[in-house]
Structures are given as structure tokens and as C-alpha cells.
């Protein structure tokens, strides 16, 4: 089996959650004997970008496993030479569109990783792109869409979120979750109920997307809970009259890790996500999670067993469930106990696995 894993390879030690399922997948697959190719681009953002380079550079990033940056013209040469069989875009990102039109030329499979809508993500920007950005992003999603020989979706609620906005009856798809790093397992304190709540929020690298921070702030801050609220992101300040807030700078795994180790409780807000890996990865560095339903990651938690769930219409289950545990009404070990199981299901080698049967399928 050729197999290339096509989309952002970043060399910064701080990933968005895409790049971070790109990155393990690949290296993962590479592990289970498959010999993958990782192929990137120029971006406009990196440091040795041109337009010559944008078309016609070439640069080996790792010999073993194989990671190589090229031009679109030396894409496009590399995987006709190449008799490529199965392409998988890993992340959204515009220069894949000349790349997809391979598809008439040549017998390949692509499947693609749905991490999220574009339109949904446009219409939930604070900085919305120019319309010629925001044309190519929808082409280039509706281009994947039609000509995807499979759709993976992170769960059944990102499923049933991209139906709204685009038509999936003659589709191929199958859920597919994102996997947990083996290095997040490590032990944490247990909860006081005499001490403050250390909650985590996860706000974005670059935080262009609302992620609903203004509304839970809002809701912490009216209750009567003793509370510390740590926000990962580029925030500037956020005014409180009864909690504490802590702004916490974007940070590489290790130093997350490290972070994660003396805070009990993970929140995230009403708003949709397909997944959420940063509520994984707290959740198997032995944090509780509290998540909305509207989080992709609910579909793995039974309520009160490995996490908790609240409707995310009826924000006071959240302060209730919080309640509970700062009152020491939540058995933290049994959970704990039950959160262990949940990850490892869902580490890697297992999420790959899930992988390698879909490039299979598609070959047979």
C-alpha cells in the first residue's frame, strides 16, 4: 500500500489540534510497519517561503519516517511519479486544491479527516476572511466533500452538524475519533473539596474562533462557587468580580502536561465542537471533564461514571455539577478508575488501527 498523508506539518512545538492528530496518525501508521509519506507545503507563514518555493521547492524534513515540504508543481509531479494508492488529507488547507483534481487523472482513493465546517467556522470568526479567502475555502470543502471516496467524521454529532450546512446522501463516511498521546497518562492529585476548584478552559492557539469563554466566565462569575479559572490562549485581561482568573499562554505537550498536573477539573463551553482533544488529553491526565452536549467527546462519557455532560441549553446543571464535586459528592477515584479505561480505547495505536482497516477496505 502508497499511502501519503497530505496537510500542515508544522516544526513548531505548539500544534492546533488538526496538526497534532496529523502528526500521531502519521507517526503512529509509521510505527505499525505501513511506511507512510507526510507531504506539506510552503505556506505563506513559514520562513522560507517564496513564490518559487511555492511552486517548485523541495526539502526533506525527516529521511525516517519520510516528511518532505514541496512546491505544488513538484506535489503534483511527485504523486504521478510516485503510483501513489491512497491519499489522506490530514488537514484543511487551500493548497490541496489543484492536488484533489489528480483524482481524474490517475486511479487513486482519497480520504479526508473532517476536523470542521468552514462555513461554520467563517460565520463564528472574529477576523472574517476577504471573500476571495473565503471562496477558495468553500470550493476547496465542497471539492472535498464531492470527491472524498471516504469522509471521516470525528463523531456522530460532527456528522449530523455537517449535514446542516451540505449535502452527505451520496457520501462515503465512518466516525473516526481522534486519539489520546500515551504521554498524558500520568498520575494527579486528587480533589480537596476544602480548596478552590482549579478549572481548565481551552481557548484556541490563535483564538479567531468563539469557543464561548464570555459566556461561561459570565455564568462561573455569578455563582457562589470558590473557583480558579485557568484560560489557554492569547487573552488579554478578563474582569471578575468573584473568581480568579488565570491567563495562561499556548504551550507545547510537555509543558501542558506539566501544567495539568495539580488542576481537577476540565470545562469547556455551550458551543459546538466536533470533538475536543484538549478535553481527552485533561481527561487522561486525570482530570474530570465537564462538557457540553454539544461536544463530539460526549458521545465516550457516561454521565457520573468517566465525566459529566450538561445540556448545554441549562448552563445551572453545569454550576450544579461543579457544586457537587467541590462538595465532596463525587467519587473522584471511581471516575478516575473509568477514565483510564475510556483512554486507553481511545490511545492511538487503536485510532490508527480504525485507519489502517478503512485504507484496506478501500483497496479490496
Sequence with gaps: MKLFLIGRYSSSKILTGPEKVALN???????????????????????HSTLFSRLWGKETISEEPLIIRLGIVRILWYILSKRVDIIHVVTFERFLIPIISIKFLIKIKLVYTLHGIVRDEINNAYNKPNKFSKFKDRFLESMLLRNSDYIVFLSEQSKKFAEKYCDLSNSKFCIIPNGVSPNFFVQNVSISPQNKLKIVFY???????????????????????????????????????NISI???????????????KDKNIFVNSVTPSTFSLMALEAMAAGLIIVISDRTGLSEYIENGVNGFIY?????????????????????????????????CELNWNSIAGRYVELYNKLLS
Design 25 to 47: 496518525l502519521f507517526l503512529t501508521l509509521h510505527n505499525r510497519g505501513l511506511d507512510p509519506t507526510f507531504i506539506t507545503y510552503y505556506f505563506k507563514d513559514f520562513n
Design 203 to 241: 481557548n484556541g492557539i490563535g483564538n479567531n474562533i468563539d469557543r464561548g469563554l464570555d459566556v461561561l466566565v459570565n455564568v462561573l462569575d455569578k455563582s457562589s462557587l470558590k473557583i480558579d479559572l485557568f484560560i489557554i490562549g492569547k487573552i488579554k485581561k478578563i474582569d471578575t468580580k
Design 246 to 260: 488565570h491567563l495562561i499562554e499556548p504551550m507545547d505537550e510537555s509543558a501542558l502536561i506539566l501544567f495539568l
Design 311 to 343: 445540556k448545554s441549553e441549562n448552563l445551572f446543571e453545569l454550576i450544579q455539577i461543579l457544586n457537587d464535586i467541590q462538595s465532596g459528592l463525587v467519587d473522584y477515584e471511581f471516575i478516575r478508575r473509568n477514565v483510564q479505561k475510556t483512554c
